[in-house]
């Protein structure tokens, strides 16, 4: 069955950098995805990675994927109190028709 | 500023009321999603409209009904609202149900059903 699953909650100091880890079940994931979610608004797309990729950086992110393992991790360098967040994992499902199967997020709480 | 737009933000409903809630998007995105978060649960899909004209099924579609009026919108309706359906419920649209650049999503309605 299709499953994502991520831990709930993650504190870090203002500077360090920020590990959210996500695993999912389903091998036909063709993207993933992270998402990031402020208090009171709606998901934002951070980045994305192909299922054929092992890693993709872009500026202070860098998404990491072991296909093997189905483990996907999102590293954030130099975190901010302004990525203080609810980040979710997604994947795309090649079903009979794509859809996003999202984790339950992860809270990241950045501490001054 | 172009993106899905959610109406109403806040409700609060008494068990057994209806209501629809509203979703338009203005960047001619042919699919479009309803979702509910629940705390712990991440987003479930409740049901989706891949094209203008069609709807299907998601996860959790017990309780609701949608309607894809037109290209631009994508309403959800609770017949008889359960507390149950007290959640938050997001709306989300991409350009077709295969894109790699994800959806882009509206800022929610918080649904209290007492």
């Known amino acids: ?30 993207y993933l995805y992270w998402y990031k979610q402020e208090p009171g608004a709606g998901l934002q797309l951070l980045t994305y990675i192909f299922s054929n990729m092992d890693m993709k950086q872009d500026q202070r992110l860098t998404v990491l ?30 079903d009979s028709s794509y859809k ?6 992860t809270r990241l709480l950045v501490r001054p | 500023n172009a993106g ?21 998007q203005d960047m001619n ?3 479009m999603y309803w979702y509910r978060q629940d705390p712990g649960m991440g987003l479930r899909l409740i ?3 891949a094209s203008e004209g069609t709807t299907d099924k998601g996860e959790v579609p017990n309780g609701y009904n949608v309607s894809r009026l037109n290209k631009r919108e994508f309403s959800l309706r609770l017949e008889s609202a359960a507390p149950s359906q007290t959640s938050v419920y997001f709306c989300a649209s991409s350009v077709d149900e295969t894109t790699l650049e994800g959806y882009t999503f509206g800022s929610g309605t918080r649904l209290t059903v007492v």
């Open chain 1, 100 to 105: 996003l199967i999202f984790g339950s997020g």
């Open chain 2, 4 to 24: 899905v737009t959610q109406t109403p933000k806040f409700q609060v409903l008494k068990t057994g009321q209806s209501m629809t809630l509203q979703c338009a």
């Open chain 2, 29 to 31: 995105h042919n699919s």
């Open chain 2, 47 to 49: 049901y989706y409209s």
């Open chain 1, 65 to 94: 994927l072991n296909k093997k393992d189905k483990h996907l991790s999102l590293r954030i360098a130099d975190t901010q109190t302004g990525d203080s967040a609810i980040y979710f994992c997604a994947e795309s499902i090649e």
């Open chain 1, 1 to 30: 069955g299709e499953d994502v699953e991520q831990s709930l909650f993650l504190s870090v100091r203002e500077g360090d950098s920020s590990v959210i880890n996500c695993t999912y079940t389903d091998s036909s994931s063709t």
